[in-house]
T-cell receptor
Framework: SAVISQKPSRDICQRGTSLTIQCQVDSQVTMMFWYRQQPGQSLTLIATANQGSEATYESGFVIDKFPISRPNLTFSTLTVSNMSPEDSSIYLC??????????FGPGTRLTVT | QKEVEQNSGPLSVPEGAIASLNCTYSDRVSQSFFWYRQYSGKSPELIMSIYSNGDKEDGRFTAQLNKASQYVSLLIRDSQPSDSATYLCAVKAVSNYQLIWGAGTKLIIKP
């Protein structure tokens, strides 16, 4: 399966600032996903990022708040903009490998104060 | 609204026993089903995928799929304390290929 890394692993940020999370894969993948997971909750899909096209956002998530870049088949970034304490969460990137299975990066734990 | 349902638990099982985790889904045409294990503070880890009716075994893990009943389960034999985690069921939507996630079942293996 693909090996996925994320940076940073954790961060504490002040409200009103922005944080960019990087996701790097060791192989070329078509589909990458960004999720958010609140403590004790299941996963919520933020957007799907395919190389060469605009990211597709799920209901409740907008590009101005969560801009995503996907410059090539091994890399993507998610920016959390104008942060508020409600954005405190774990942010996960995942990739679809072999056309069926999704594998996750280690996650970024974000705390907004 | 496509849904995946799991009992949130916690499910407490003695060490060495069989742990049985269940999941039902609403989209009758779904074809791909997945079980993930998530330890506290870690990201989800894929442990089983199943696409056909019946059983699929991998070591101590067996996934069972019954499409007619829209039901998928995960059995863990000879449960170990290291199996204590939250188990997430995910179903791939046919319409957009996204995963629909259950809420997860917290499993506790008692020594």
């Amino acid at each position: 399966s693909a090996v996925i890394s994320q940076k940073p692993s954790r961060d504490i940020c002040q409200r009103g600032t922005s944080l960019t999370i990087q996701c790097q894969v060791d192989s070329q993948v078509t589909m990458m996903f960004w999720y958010r997971q609140q403590p004790g909750q299941s996963l919520t899909l933020i957007a799907t990022a395919n190389q060469g096209s605009e990211a597709t956002y799920e209901s409740g998530f907008v590009i101005d708040k969560f801009p995503i870049s996907r410059p090539n088949l091994t890399f993507s970034t998610l920016t959390v903009s104008n942060m508020s304490p409600e954005d405190s969460s774990i942010y996960l990137c995942s990739v679809e490998d072999r056309g069926y299975e999704q594998y996750f990066g280690p996650g970024t734990r974000l705390t907004v104060t | 609204q496509k849904e995946v349902e799991q009992n949130s638990g916690p499910l407490s099982v003695p060490e060495g026993a069989i742990a049985s985790l269940n999941c039902t889904y609403s989209d009758r045409v779904s074809q791909s089903f997945f079980w993930y294990r998530q330890y506290s503070g870690k990201s989800p880890e894929l442990i089983m995928s199943i696409y056909s009716n019946g059983d699929k075994e991998d070591g101590r893990f067996t996934a069972q799929l019954n499409k007619a009943s829209q039901y998928v389960s995960l059995l863990i034999r000879d449960s170990q304390p290291s199996d204590s985690a939250t188990y997430l069921c995910a179903v791939k939507a046919v319409s957009n290929y996204q995963l629909i996630w259950g809420a997860g079942t917290k499993l506790i293996i008692k020594p």
